[in-house]
């Protein structure tokens, strides 16, 4: 009998034997795999889950190499901004507008600080990771930022940065306008002295214009002279009110070697008899012939002038004691006596081309015949001489030859009236005037944008107009003149009784301000503005048509200027220019620009501070100096971080990226899991459930062999047996 569960014939166990052999060979087969099937029609059913399963699990496995690529550059990237970020930081805080150093020392340095910086931010723009470029949007297979030197200096017929920022200087200050050092209200001088018979000769603004007071001298002990110096001899006393009788004020006169005495003197309406030499006189409503009363006992009380005091104060804020120190070099001269005729003073300039030049004027007495351009009269007495030495000093000194930068405003004057204006359709100099504005009580203006002011007889000192200019860069800056009746410095205009003659001098004063400003202000915004123009977002250079100082327009620059960024070039958000699949729903964009707004102002800051030299000989420098850098400051200031395509936003978008990968690799990593588990329950078998199966159908096997042997070896003879 077969051992099977039945009764059946010999032929039918051998098909039974077959069929466990069968199934004994896909267990073991099974039980070496560990798969329940071989091929997809042994699967059965199961054939569609498993194929759906594995379809699902090759598409998360491209997204987990997609995220891995994406990681290994957003990795990059994030080192990249770190530095970058790093080095806005190190740029801003690199200098203040007034941190000249010892010596010009930060000055120099900042120059050469801002070439290595500019250096090391081309370099990273121009990252690549296994050879992709990953700053220059959707192009990858190329630098997307020219090398430094190309950029700064040109390459064949190419011009780099340098020569773009070259015309553009040459453009915004226009041709030189060729006047007289007197057209600028140079010299500057004044004659002071109880008795007039001193004068001051300031060298403030002289170097502006390539010229130097070299020095004083005279053939005469009539006229003393010393300088340049910035103690000039020259201390007269200024009340500002009248004292009344009685008053008492304390001086103290310091001299040069350190010693000094101290003074007490009375005021007094009359004069005591006999003379009492600590006592002046008030002379009622006049200031300054009551300062000359004091300044007269004073030298009494002093055994002379008051030449040999350094420094001389009061305790009375009414009375003041000085000379003509302005911060500079001064010629001082001093009538110790009218001089005799044929008596001379000499004054020698260094000129701009090196040369010197002496004036050399004498005296003269008026009644011997007509003054040359080289005499000075000699008056009924001092102050009358000295006023006439003071014109012909003016007329030889301010005479010479003077070239000046108004970056192309013109200035003109009529009587008392002065104006300013400006070609609104020439994109080159100061750009539109767009106010005026003045403190001068009885003045007449004209509103911007040609403005003009009227002024009136009675200026007083600390009075001012200030106008309000636009700048090549897109900045606003304010050109202010403050009244004074003394020696003026920059930015100062000296007033007088008569209203053209004040109105002269705020000329003067005016195309001087606007001189030093135009070779430092305005230096620095056109060096910026050139930035712009050279390191375009869209790839077009502009460069200033034809000749710069005449030049009216920008033209195109491709034919024949370095185009310093060529990659992509597009108006949508960088981030997509670079993007990924990192699962089902989600795309994640970490493309980088170099021409991006922050970037491109870092490149633009960077290229402007790295050409401007600041020489300590040169008396623009620290003009320059203090505009660029405020311009570096504002540009990396904090206040940006918050701009589109700042260095800060790009690292938080990009960072916002490197998150949303990671939640997509949290998930893809889980539902891998899952579908793991569904594809193992489906393709793969027990391993303990296969052993028992295993063992039972072979006990079952080795049975039914056993019997189908017996079972085919009986016949009638055996059964009979």
Do not use: C
């Not at 000359?292 to 009380?301: D, I, P, S, T, V």
């Not at 007088?496 to 070779?519: G, I, M, S």
């Amino acid at each position: 009998m077969l051992v099977n569960k039945s009764m059946y014939p010999v032929k039918a166990g051998y098909s039974a034997i077959s069929t466990m052999q069968g199934q004994l060979g896909k267990l073991q087969t099974q039980l070496g795999s560990g798969q329940k099937a071989q091929t997809l029609a042994e699967m059965g059913s199961d054939r569609t889950v498993s194929l759906a399963t594995r379809g699902r699990l090759t598409k998360l496995e491209s997204f987990s190499a997609n995220i891995d690529t994406v990681n290994l550059r957003l990795g990059f990237l994030d080192q990249a901004f770190t530095a970058l970020n790093g080095l806005k930081s190190e740029t801003r805080n690199s200098a203040t507008p007034t941190s000249f150093g010892e010596n010009g020392l930060v000055m120099a340095s900042l120059q050469k600080d801002s070439e290595n910086r500019l250096s090391q931010l081309l370099e990273t723009l121009n990252l690549s990771v296994a050879g992709r470029y990953l700053m220059g949007g959707n192009k990858t297979d190329s630098a997307p930022v020219q090398p430094m030197d190309r950029i700064m200096n040109g390459e064949g017929q190419f011009a780099g940065y340098k020569t773009v920022v070259n015309e553009r200087n040459r453009a915004d200050l226009g041709a030189d306008q060729t006047i007289t050092l007197g057209g600028v209200g140079l010299p500057n001088t004044r004659i002071s002295g109880p008795h007039g018979n001193y004068l001051s000769v300031s060298s403030n603004m002289f170097d502006a214009f390539g010229y130097k007071l070299a020095s004083v001298s005279s053939n005469t002990d009539s006229i003393k002279t010393v300088g340049p110096t910035s103690n000039p001899i020259n201390q007269t006393a200024y009340f500002s009110q009248n004292p009344v009788d009685q008053d008492a004020v304390s001086v103290t006169l310091k001299r040069q070697d350190g010693t000094s005495q101290t003074h007490i003197l009375k005021a007094v309406d009359t004069l005591s008899v006999p003379p009492v030499a600590t006592e002046y006189e008030i002379v009622p409503g006049d200031t300054s012939a009551t300062a000359a009363k004091f300044q007269a006992a004073l030298e009494n009380l002093t055994g002379g002038d008051l030449d040999s005091f350094s420094a001389i104060t009061t305790n009375n804020a009414n009375i003041k004691v000085s000379g003509d120190a302005d911060g500079t070099d001064n010629l001082s001269i001093k009538l110790a006596q009218n001089p005799a005729p044929g008596e001379t003073l000499s004054v020698t300039l260094k000129k701009p081309d090196g040369t010197f030049e002496t004036i050399s004027l004498t005296a003269r007495d008026p009644l011997a015949g007509p003054l040359g351009a080289n005499d000075f009269a000699i008056g009924a007495d001092r102050r009358e001489t000295m006023e006439s030495l003071e014109a012909a000093l003016k007329a030889r000194i301010g005479g010479m030859e003077a070239n000046v930068k108004t970056g192309r405003l013109e200035i003109e004057r009529n009587g008392a009236t002065v104006g300013i204006s400006k070609d609104s359709t020439n994109p080159f100099g100061f750009g539109d005037i767009t106010s005026i504005a003045t403190t001068v009580g009885k003045a007449t203006v004209t509103p911007a944008p040609n403005p003009t002011i009227t002024l009136p007889d009675d200026v007083r000192p600390g009075e001012s107009v200030s106008f309000g200019v636009k700048m090549p860069d897109g900045t606003t800056a304010t050109i202010k003149l403050s009244a004074v009746d003394r020696n003026p410095g920059v930015g100062q205009f000296r007033i007088t009784p008569d209203a053209a003659e004040t109105a002269k001098n705020f000329e003067a004063a005016l195309r001087l301000q606007l001189d030093t400003v135009a070779k430092s202000e305005l230096v620095a915004a056109s060096t910026f503005a050139a930035a712009d123009d050279f390191f375009s977002a869209d790839g077009i250079p502009m460069r200033v048509d034809g000749n710069p100082e005449t030049a009216t327009a920008l033209v195109d620059g491709r034919s024949n200027t370095v185009v310093w960024y060529t990659g992509e070039i597009a108006s949508n958000n960088p981030r997509l220019s670079a993007t990924a699949q990192v699962d089902d729903s989600t795309k994640v964009g970490y493309g980088v620009r170099a021409n991006e707004q922050g970037l491109l102002d870092m490149v633009r800051t960077l290229a402007s501070m790295s050409v401007q030299e600041y020489r300590t000989s040169d008396p623009t420098s620290k003009g320059r100096f203090s505009a660029m850098v405020e311009r570096q400051m504002d540009n990396m200031s904090t206040d940006t971080a918050t701009d589109d395509g700042s260095v800060e936003r790009i690292a938080l978008e990009l960072g916002v990226t490197k998150a949303t990968v990671g939640r997509a690799a949290q998930r893809n990593v889980a539902f891998s899991g899952q579908l793991q588990s569904l594809l193992s329950e489906v393709e793969t078998v027990s391993m303990e459930e296969t052993v028992m199966q295993l063992l039972a159908l072979k006990t079952r096997l080795e049975a039914s062999y056993q019997t189908t042997a017996q079972v085919a070896n009986l016949s009638l003879v055996n059964y009979l047996k």
